[in-house]
Each structure stands twice: as C-alpha cells, then as structure tokens.
C-alpha cells in the first residue's frame, strides 16, 4: 500500500495544493498572463445617486495604448443580473447609485494607460438625492432608488415596493398567548455594523473571446457556475457561449459568490477582441465588491420563572444596499436562526430589506447569523442573570434536541449541541462565577454564547471516472476558495473506493466539463458535494464488481473492494483483480470506460405548513443542522476600554470531521473574524463614501490580536444523512463570537452592551455609566 | 507617459533586466515583467505584507520600493529562497501543521518567517507574533502559523546540533 494510505477520511492529510502555495507557484487571479493580453481599468461613480445624461469618451480613446472603452451604452436595459432579484447592471446604465459603483471601464496595453484613460472619461450627471440609511429609504418622499423595482424578474415572493427590497416573516406558535404565558418579558434594540470581507486577494478577472465568438473567463471566484450565470444574464449571452474556470482563489468569505467585475471584463474583451485582465486596487475591493449588513435588530422573549422559554419577537431591518444581490436570502436565514437553537414554541420573526444608495451588502460568512445571534445571545444572558440562573444551565435547559423541529418545522437529525456547551464549560473551567481575577488594571471575565447554522442547499453533483491505470479522477464543479474541499472532496473519494489519497486527482471547476455545483458558500460543500462524491463513488464500486466478478467467475455480491485499488472474493483475499486490470477490460474489451456520477438538491422543506406560516421566504428547502458554542475570556483595560481576547474555546458539532486539522483551521479562523467584528472591525461612511476603504484605515485582526489561547474544539454527532456522518464546519464558528465577547463584557461591567463594535470608546462610556449606578 | 530606463535587479542570485518607470515598485517589476509571481499584491500599501521579499536578507515591502531603488541591492524571493533548506524547513513546518488556506499570505509570511528564523534561532511565540504582526492572514486566525514557526525553529536548531 501507498503510503498515503492512511489519509482517508477522519485523517488529517494535508492540502493537495501544499506545495505550490508554500513555494509560490499557486497561480491567482492576478498571476495569470495571456499572450496579448490587455489591462482593464475602472472609472467608479462619484455620487451617491445620479442620472447619466452623458458619455464623453473622447480624451480617453485619444490616448496611446487605449484599446476599448465599456459604459451602461454597450448594454441592453432587459440585461440585468441578481441571484434574488434581477436588478443589477454590469456597470450603471441610466443612474449610479452609490458612491464607487462601476460607471465605464477601459482596457489598454498597461495598466498605467487603462487608469489614466479611466480618469479621463468625461460623463455628465444631474445628482439625486440620495438614501443613505434603511430607515431615511423607507420614509415616505424617499428618492426611488428603483423606479422599476416591482416589474425586476424575481425567483420568491419578495413583497417589493419603493425601496423596500424584500421583506419576510416567520410564524410558529401563538405569539399573543406567548406573552400571557410568560412571567417576565425582555426587550431590546441591537445594532451591528458593516464589515469587510478582506479576502487577502482582491478580487479580479480575465476574459478572452476565441475568433467564433465564445468567451472563457478565469476570475476570483467561489462559484464557476454563478459567474457563467451572472455574465450570460448580464450580457444577454446564451450560458453555451462563456466558458468559466477558476485559478487558485485567496479566500472568499461570501465576497466572490455573487458577480463582482466578471461581466465588465468580458465585455472589455469582447469589445478590444483581445485578453482582457482587470484586478481591482484593494480599495476598489472594499468600495465595489460587497460587505456584511448593518442590521438593526429588537428582540422581545418571554420566559416563565423557572428559565423555561415561552416566546420570542424578533424585528430586524436591513440596509441592503444599491442592489438586491444575496440580501433577500441573508434576511430569509436571519430569521430562520433568529430564535437560535432553544425550544420557543411562540415566536414571531419578520423583517425588512431596504434598498439604499451605498454599495451592496452581500454574503458574508455567517449570512447574517452573526448578527442575530449577537442580539439573541445577549439577550439570553440578560435573562440569565435576571433569573438567577448559571448561562450554561439556562441554555441547555431549553436546547432543541435530536428528532425535534427547527424554527419553521424541519426535524433535526443530529445535534451535538449539548456536548458542545459541556465541553466549553469543561475546558474553560467555567464555574459558575463568569467574573475572573483582575490582573492590575485589567478586569476579566468569561462569556459564552450559542449558535447554529446549517449544511444542505441547492443543488450539486459528481463525476468519478477511473482511469485506464485504475487511478481516479474525481471531478465536481467545487471550487476550492482555501478552505480545503479538493483534499476533504478527495478524501472521501478515496475512502469511499478504498484506495491511497495520491491515487486520486480532483478537476479544476469548468463550466464546460464539471458537473454543476451551486457553490462554495452556505457551509455546503462538504455535506452537499460530498455526499455526490459517495454517490457518484459508489457506481464506480458497483460497475468495477460486475467486471471483476466476469474476470474472477463469481458474483458481484460476493465481492469487496480492498484497500489499494483492489476487488476480491469476501473472504479470499488473493483472488483479486486490481482496478488497473478492470479498467483496461472495460476500456478494451467490454462494457466501455467506468463513469460514476450523482446529483442531487436540498429537499428538506425548510417550513412545514401545518406548524408554521412564512411569508416571502427566499429558500424553501434549506437545513442540516450544525452547532457552536464558544466561551471567551475577555480582558478589559480600565484605563482605555480596550478589550483583548486573551484565551477562547470553541467547540462545534460539525457532524464528522473528515480532516481533523482542515476542521480546526475553520474554526480558529472564524473565531478571529468573529473576534474582529466584535471588538474593531466597522466600515464607516463620510455622507455617502467610505471612509476608510484601505487596509490603513479598516484594521482586520493581526498575530497580536489573535488570542494566546484558541482552542478548536470538534464535537461529532455522525449526521444519518451526511457523507460519513459529516456535516460542516465554514461558517459555524464566526456565529457566536461577538456574542460570547460581549457576555464576557457585560459580566465584567454588569452593564449591557448592545451595538457592535465594542470600541474603546463604548467600553469606557459603558463603565463610567456602570459606575454611576 | 514618463519615460522607462532599463535597469539590473540582482534577483535570487541572478542579474535580471527590466525596464521600469521611476513610479513602479520593485512588486510590479517582478511580478508583471520577470514572471516572479509569488510575492503577491494584497494591498500596495505596505500593510498587508503578503509582498515580502528579502533586500540585503531584510524583510521589505516590494509594493513600496521602487525599482529603479533596487538595483544595488541583493533581491530574495520565495522563488529564489524555496531552494534555502532553513525555508524549505518552514515550508514543510507549514504543511505539517495546516498553516494556511488560501495560501496567498503564505508566500509573504514564509519570507518574513525566514527573516526571523535568520535573526533569532530560538523565538518564544511573542517573538514570532511581533516579528509577523505585519503579515495579514484572513484564513488561518494565526494559531497555526505559530506553531509551524515554532516547529521550524525547533527542527532547525535539531539540525544545527546534529
């Protein structure tokens, strides 16, 4: 046996692209060239909200090197794009609306050339007022910043109207009765902030179109099949004509799902009729691609005196932005998680969507989860303390269990959650007194918070092929954003035909030749792709026994794989055939080359009629529950407010972790996002531009702000459902982070925080106010 | 446009030519003209440090020197340095201990990696923290890369004493 044997599933192995990322040579986005090829440029809107009266593109096609020139004109009106909502442009055509937005771009022999080209188009504007907040978008007399937002072709009932985008409401229960049964009722407003993405590789494309007039695009991206989607809607290209692969991407986080400059660059290139590539400048990343919602979020949640939940209320308003993009879904999952994973048998949960003039707020990590969670979760503590139960016992008294229903009625099959908040508590040495030691100036105190998040959307698929050496090439359409999905994807493959990990390769994504994949985004791939990879492994099992049992002259139920690409007679281990030998035949002789492959969606309903009523819910078959909880111990300067994460625990149920240090990564990683938004992280607007769209001014966490101690905890409840008991891992970790720091704030101050980022400034005020009482 | 002068970057032991106007930085000149990909361009603003390359063996921002500034200089890259066995050391740290994602930090983190490793052959962790505070990962939360320094530094000083 190879002696990657050992790397099937539950092994660490280590990522299959190790070696080139460690030695430099894993090509990005921007580390592709193409002969001839061009350089792209983009001029952005200078207003918040205007009407284009004119192009002047005279100085700019005027200077030497400049080869095309792209604006709103070279597009049709009925070319919009949307996951949701079409409403988007590939560049504004008739109106801007943001400060940033694309309006022209150019490609020439430089990039020097296409940006001062750029800056030399003239275009006329007569400016409009501008809605800067969701609630100035909604007030009546707001500008209309969609004056044909009710006719935009739309895949839910999303209940549009002016510049309500999209609103939603979940029903479960009798929320009326909930408060007469309820003892004592708390309620509160919370808010968060936009974050940024900050992927460390900005987000790019490069376009070439052959001389029949099909294009191949390469971009940044977390998708193929999205982009190919995005480009063919906005260019009005049938999908057949635009071929989309993908090089090695620098992370995503929900920021390259949906489109960023994909369609600009093909029409660039299509236009210059040579290569095209555009690489936006960190800040164009930050002022055009996407960022997480701000929500304002009011909870209201009734409880009887003995800690049981009885109801909870949950508003939320989102700033969606200038365009739809994934914010319909983000307030759809919002709610769906919004009254976490607790028992509540009343809950009203509804909220709107707004469209403003800023950039759009898109998929984030989280999907909106953080943010709920941050106000649920804060708020469960507060009615804790007022009961005077311990955080830990009051959460687990009202846990949804194995065999009950999310918020909704999906029943949950695998849930770990207890073990997971056992486990924190353990770990952490949590004991009731959250209040820790001061250290000098320093008071400390521990936090805990809970969260989930699901696995399963939408739909996937794999192909397996052997190989006539009987190697195997395992091709899925998933792109790989860093997170590790070739090699989990592999290893499962691997385990699945019981063969060393080196013996399977894993396709790059291409639109032309990969099965159609979704994307990696929702927590999804592990649980939806890998469960095609099983599917698709097992007929290659089933097709490599029927010709092994012609071969060795028996039945095919009477065979077994083992392991190092061998079939044998159960029991009889040295009457085998190796796959090389049942490839060749196949190959040669009879039946022809062995495919496997597999398909399928989500179908879980995410609502069951008869439990609950929901209105405008943008994914009705959603699920596959995953847990969180995490602890944090937080210390807060006297002296400055400033807060410093020092240890932290975080412990999910991620079903089965197919690579245990692949598992952890994801974890730690989303803890220190987490531990960003919470404590610094916040994009800030002066009037209607970003203030601080560079990596000077928007501080992500570095080495020194990581905590000492990050302990990723993996919790396995072996899903019925899932490939080898998995579930996922991406997003669950980020969920609870703002929560459990703030617990461990408020525990420290015994004040309540309730908006994020906790700044030095709101700690202060926090304890100046705490110490007035 | 201004005008370019040809220049010789003494690049990973070589003498390379280039041409470069007096505003392009060392980043542009050998990423776009030399193929020399690997240090990557993650803010052009000397924050991120996903750019790191060696100049005289010190750890320098390529998206901030300019490289028409270069060329009395001794320039290393992770091209060049991935032949050094101290970095192929902590190249192999970094895959045993799952010490990045996406791997576009990774190149800049290895060379500023190295740069300590050469100073200090014993760093604590706080040490490896303050030397790579200026190496942005958005992927890993930083635990791992610790460790893989740690490792490299302890298989290293293992080698020293063999």
């Known amino acids: 046996m190879s002696k990657t044997a050992d790397f099937g599933v539950g092994k660490s192995a280590p990522q299959i692209e190790a070696q080139e990322k460690v030695c430099g040579s894993a090509q990005f986005i921007a580390d592709l060239y193409r002969p001839n090829m061009l350089f792209g440029a983009v001029l952005q809107s200078p207003h918040a909200h205007a009407r284009i009266l004119n192009y002047d593109l005279s100085q700019a096609l005027a200077m030497t090197g400049v080869r095309a020139i792209v604006t709103g004109d070279d597009l049709q009106e009925s070319w919009r794009m949307g996951a949701f909502i079409k409403d988007e442009h590939a560049l504004a055509k008739g109106k801007l609306r943001y400060v940033g937005e694309p309006v022209a771009a150019v490609a020439a022999d430089t990039e020097a050339i296409a940006r001062a080209a750029a800056a030399a188009i003239n275009v006329t504007y007569e400016e409009l007022p501008a809605a800067l907040s969701p609630e100035a978008a909604l007030s009546p007399g707001a500008a209309v910043i969609h004056e044909e937002a009710a006719e935009y072709l739309k895949v839910f009932e999303a209940g549009t109207k002016g510049n309500l985008c999209s609103r939603t409401s979940f029903r479960e229960g009798d929320i009326e009765r909930g408060w007469r049964d309820s003892d004592l009722i708390f309620e509160a407003r919370y808010q968060t902030q936009p974050q940024a993405h900050v992927s460390l590789e900005p987000c790019g494309a490069l376009a070439e179109m052959d001389a029949n007039g099909r294009v191949t695009l390469w971009s940044a991206n977390q998708s193929v099949f999205r982009v190919q989607a995005n480009v063919s809607e906005s260019l009005g290209m049938p999908m057949s004509r635009l071929r989309c692969l993908t090089p090695r991407i620098g992370a995503g986080f929900g920021n390259k799902m949906e489109p960023h400059i994909q369609p600009i660059t093909v029409l660039l290139a299509m236009k210059a009729k040579r290569p095209v590539k555009l690489i936006l400048s960190r800040e164009q990343d930050f002022e055009m691609v996407r960022a997480r919602h701000p929500f304002e979020i009011r909870i209201k949640t009734g409880v009887k005196r003995d800690g049981t939940l009885i109801a909870r209320e949950v508003d939320v308003l989102l700033d969606g932005g200038a365009f739809a993009d994934d914010s319909p879904g983000v307030l759809g999952y919002a709610l769906l998680m919004s009254c976490g994973p607790y028992r509540i048998p009343h809950a009203y949960c509804h909220g709107r969507l707004a469209y403003t003039n800023k950039i759009r707020f898109g998929a984030f990590r989280g999907f909106g989860v953080p943010q709920v969670t941050f106000a649920g979760e804060t708020q469960i503590d507060e009615i804790a303390d007022a009961l005077g139960l311990d955080p830990i016992d009051f959460r687990l008294k009202n846990l949804k269990r194995e065999g009950d229903c999310w918020l909704g009625g999906q029943p949950i099959a695998s849930n770990g959650l207890a073990d997971c908040l056992e486990k924190v508590r353990k770990a952490s040495g949590w004991n009731g007194e959250r209040r820790l030691p001061k250290a000098g100036e320093s008071r400390r105190a521990l936090g805990v918070s809970c969260s989930a998040h699901i696995s399963g959307l939408l739909s996937t698929g794999a192909i397996v092929r052997l190989l006539e050496d009987g190697t195997v090439l395992l091709n899925t359409g998933s792109v790989d954003i860093g997170q590790g999905s070739n090699t989990v994807l592999s290893q499962i493959c691997a385990e699945a035909l019981s063969i060393p990990l080196d013996r399977v390769s894993i396709a790059s994504p291409d639109t032309d030749g990969s099965p159609y994949n979704w994307g990696t985004t929702a927590s999804r791939v592990t649980y939806m792709t890998g469960t095609s990879v099983v599917g698709a492994a097992a007929e290659v099992e089933r097709k490599i026994k029927d010709h092994a049992a012609e071969i060795l002259e028996c039945a095919p139920a009477d065979l077994e794989l083992i392991p190092g690409g061998l079939v044998a007679v159960k029991g009889i281990p040295h009457r085998h055939v190796s796959f090389a030998a049942v490839s060749g035949r196949a190959h040669w002789a009879a039946g022809g080359p062995i495919i496997g492959s597999h398909s399928w969606v989500f179908d879980q309903k995410t609502v069951d009629p008869k439990r609950a009523s929901v209105v405008g819910l943008p994914f009705p078959q959603i699920g596959a529950f995953v847990f969180n909880a995490t602890v944090a111990d937080v210390e807060i300067d006297e002296t400055t407010g400033k807060c410093r994460v020092d240890r932290a625990w975080s412990a999910c149920d991620v079903g089965r972790a197919i690579n245990p240090q692949m598992v952890e990564g994801q974890i730690e990683g989303a803890f220190v996002q987490g531990l960003g938004f919470a404590l610094f992280e916040e994009m800030v607007w002066n009037g209607a531009q970003i203030a601080n769209p560079t990596l000077m001014d928007y501080k992500i966490p570095t080495f020194m702000e990581a905590p000492s101690e990050l302990h990723a905890i993996i919790v396995e409840s072996n899903d019925p459902r899932g490939p080898y008991g998995a579930k996922s891992v991406g997003e669950i970790g980020i969920n609870s982070v703002a929560a459990a720091i703030t617990n461990a704030v408020n525990a420290s101050l015994a004040v309540r925080l309730r908006r994020l980022p906790l700044t030095p400034q709101r700690v202060l005020e926090a304890m100046l106010e705490s110490a007035r009482r | ?162």
């Not at chain 2, 201990?97 to 990696?113: R, S």
């Not at chain 2, 706080?126 to 505070?133: E, K, M, N, V, Y």
């Open chain 2, 1 to 162: 446009m201004s005008g370019r002068d040809t220049v010789t970057l003494n690049i990973n032991g070589a003498a390379l030519q280039a041409s470069a106007a007096a505003s392009d930085t060392l980043l542009t000149v050998i990423r776009d003209q030399l193929l020399l990909t690997g240090a990557k361009r993650g803010c052009n603003q000397g924050v991120c440090g996903a750019c790191t390359v060696l100049s005289d063996s010190q750890p320098v921002r390529s998206c901030l020197s300019l490289a028409l500034d270069c060329d009395d200089k001794r320039i290393e890259t992770i091209e060049g340095l991935s032949n050094d066995p101290a970095m192929q050391t902590l190249q192999h740290a970094f895959i045993a201990a799952g010490a990045f994602q996406c791997g576009f930090c990774t190149p800049g983190m290895l060379v500023a990696a190295f740069a300590l490793l050469t100073s200090n052959q014993r760093p604590s962790e706080i040490d490896i923290r303050r030397a790579l505070s200026g190496n942005l990962c958005r992927c890993t939360g930083y635990k791992k890369i610790v460790e893989a320094v740690l490792g490299a530094a302890e298989a290293l000083a293992w080698k020293v004493v063999a």
